[in-house]
């Protein structure tokens, strides 16, 4: 298995909100994809976005300009 | 892309099913609403499609099959229209939320409700049914294959019971019609829910219920029939009991010819190939260092599905990397049947799940293996 690293894992209430931070992100050429919800956040099934710490301002600022709702913003080893 | 999620949706579908949708969308009016040509071609082929499936599952009559959007809706339907406060029902730890979830519901309206457990390889003992009936016992309703293992469920067995003691038994093929034989009769099923897009290789949205001669549904939507306009009610008869609205016609033309390229290419066929592959993985993962297989695989008999994990990594870790790197699409995490991770010990864990399809090769299945070899090593 690959090593895991540190990263910014955005989890969303439905997963309508998942598709639609998809294609949001990749209009606003932001960077991150789809990723199962990784475990140290929540046992379970349903998808979260995934990407660099570094990339938080951005991503934050692409969900507020096309009105999605995080769950939570976590960071985390995945 | 190697393909391995076939238990969620059978992705690739037979040309015939595509082809099907497509005639549909250029030629079909509203079935049931009006003699213009149009939408008799509709009426056609949706009666076409009760005609197949009612010959699949062995039903009195075609009229007995109504269609719906999916297993979920059947078994709404099924499940919220044979109970009342005070009945007694019975299930089995194996259940997808489909059947759990509108249980859970009765329960809160005052229906009592009884779980025949499962052991830690997701088997049922069924002599629990008999334990568990009692006089205002109403319905038996069960999986005919786990989703999350594959184990089957002896439903002839359980019909049996149901039937010897004057108990409804609703039967959840979600994961066998269109790859077991199911015989409504012969297995003493009194309501049959099946979905379209899995086993029976048509469109998504598509589905239906078989429903005995003789047992009346309470609809949960009321509306537009086609005919008796002027009644207050909808009408009481199957098929049209259950199917207010516009039915998904440009669908169950699709599944209609998902049932012919079943019965022309052999169920038997089907079945066998699925399980050849599903044979030929657990025996070349089974005895990997950290592998661990869920299910029962000391029987034949079983759905064409293998779900494990890999020492404690997090089953959705495992699904990522077998796509990122190895192209290979599985589902990990919770599978929708809270009870049976329970019952498994991988409610944090989840499981990440293999199953086969017809369409699948060999060669897929062999680079299946070989990646489960390879991350089984890696630190």
Known sequence: ?78 | MIYLDNAATTMQKPQAVIDAVVAAMSSMGNAGRGANEASLSASRVIYDARERLASLFHAESPRQIAFTCNSTESLNIAIKGSLRPGDHVITTMLEHNSVLRPLYLLQEQGVDLSIIPSDAKGRIDYADFEKAIRPETRVIVCTHGSNLTGNKVDIARVGAIAKAHGIRFIVDASQTAGVFPIDVQEMHIDILCFTGHKGLLGPQGTGGLYVREGISLPPLKSGGSGVDTYNTHHPQLMPTALEAGTLNGHGIAGLAAGVGYIMETGMDHIRETEQRYMWMFYHGIKDIPGVKVYGDFDTQDRCPIVTLNIGDYDSSEVSDELLMTYGISTRPGAHCAPLMHKALGTVEQGAVRFSFSHFNTEEEVKAAIAAIEELSKEE
């Open chain 1, 1 to 78: 298995m690959r090593k895991k690293e540190l990263k910014l894992v955005v989890t969303f209430h439905t997963t309508a909100d998942a598709m639609a931070m998809e294609k949001a992100c990749k209009a606003h050429q932001a960077p991150g994809r789809l990723i199962p919800v990784p475990r140290a956040i929540s046992a379970g099934c349903g998808l979260s976005w995934c990407t660099e710490l570094s990339d938080r301002e951005c991503i934050e600022k692409v969900m507020k300009e096309v009105g999605i709702e995080q769950e939570a913003i976590h960071e985390c080893m995945v």
